[in-house]
């Protein structure tokens, strides 16, 4: 293990970092080093997690030509500026958007590049992004705030995380459990750091007796990497919005695909090869830097999850893409919302509305529907893991004021569940909490 970062020393890595123009730098791995010397346990409570996420993508068996739930991730991006120029315009949180959307669900244009040794590997995630609609009161917002960050003398820096907290200068988070936070600001004065965010360590969402903080959860970006169209990007010809796509790999649990260590580290996947280092800035083709007799490919510089620059990126694999999955499922699964995306289009079973109240529930649930022609329907109950808990079939559609149907779930405990409605060949899922 590599020894932790004193702050000092951090600063010395990152003046090296932009002598050396890596703009790929991710301050992660540096600060969970920093966080299991102030809270020992926590890279134990986050390998925990990784490996549940693992048992769980295992269960699932994903596979995008199999599976066609597509999660949708409820995003807030909070600009906190210090100088005009770092309040960036709508526009550039628009252009990261396309990005994620188009990475997350492998539409990028540059999926040619990937070499023909990983494109067996190389799969869709099924996740996509999109801007709140409405706060945390119920308000109608567009899924941006603005802060005049006023910081200390260091900045807003990735040890004290000092971004996150409106009495220390910054913009306090959303709810982290039903909002995916990016925080936009110069990151140290952008001293080679580029984004760093923090892995689940606890599941699900952060319970009572967690020791993690859930309003540091999100990732910070710094602003001049956000989106294709950066008002001020370091690198034009490299800079392509994917320090973000980069930074939600960890926050949804996975690590860089080298391990943060020699060949004999590694990243707990079996499709990411092993490197000895982070690609940084290369898209060498050629670089095997772990020879495997029995197992031997290049280094994967293809992989979001590597250091190299964003023209060399363009894939996750399958491995990594049941791990992100898993942890919409189970530590992330209040942010999301599961959507079945069939492939059959049948106007007699396509629905009209489907309604779950009350939201958050203590036991009772409520559902109703309304479908064209009035086919009736039938509805399921998952828990985050798949478990199916209930079924109610035959069921009647309904105007808004009438005919729903009720489910008990009293014996069910605290936490997020979903609700699966059917109708025809179409299916709708929604999702609801319990609380006790």
Known sequence: MKSIFTLVAFLSVAFVSTAQTALQKCGTFDLMQQKEQQTPGYQARVNACFDNAKQLAERNKYSRAGNDTVYRVQTVFHIVYTSPNESIPDSVIFSQLEVLNEDYRRKNADTVKTRDIFKPVAGDAGIEFYLATTDPDGNP????TRTAGTPGFLGFDPFSD?????????????????????WVCNVFFGLGVLGYAFPPDNAPNWPSGSNTDSAKQGVVLHFPVVGRN???PIDPTVTRGR??????????????????????????????????AANQQTCDTLVNSCIDSLNDHPDMIEN???????????MFTNDQIGIMRAMLQSSRAG?????????????????????VFPVPSSGI???RAGIKNNVTYSCEIYNVIGEKLATATNLTPSTPSDQ??????????????????????????KKFSLVK
């Open 243 to 276: 320090s973000l796509v980069h930074e939600l790999g960890h926050y949804f649990g996975l690590r860089h695909i080298w391990g943060d260590g020699d060949c004999t580290e590694d990243d707990g996947l079996a499709e990411t090869p092993e490197s000895s």
């Open 404 to 429: 729903y149907h009720s489910i008990d779930l009293t014996s069910q405990p605290a936490g997020v569940y979903f609700v699966r409605f059917h109708a025809g060949s179409e299916t709708v899922m």
């Open 230 to 232: 950066s008002i001020a």
């Open 304 to 314: 979001y999850m590597d250091y190299s620059d964003d023209r060399c990126q363009n």
């Open 162 to 182: 000092n971004v996150k907290s409106s009495a220390a200068g910054g913009k306090d988070a959303w709810p982290t459990d039903r909002y995916l936070n990016v």
């Open 141 to 144: 917002t567009t899924g941006i």
């Open 335 to 355: 942010i999301a919302t599961p959507v079945v995306v069939s492939s059959i289009k049948n106007d007699i079973g396509s629905f009209e509305r489907v309604d």
């Open 365 to 367: 649930i409520h559902v």
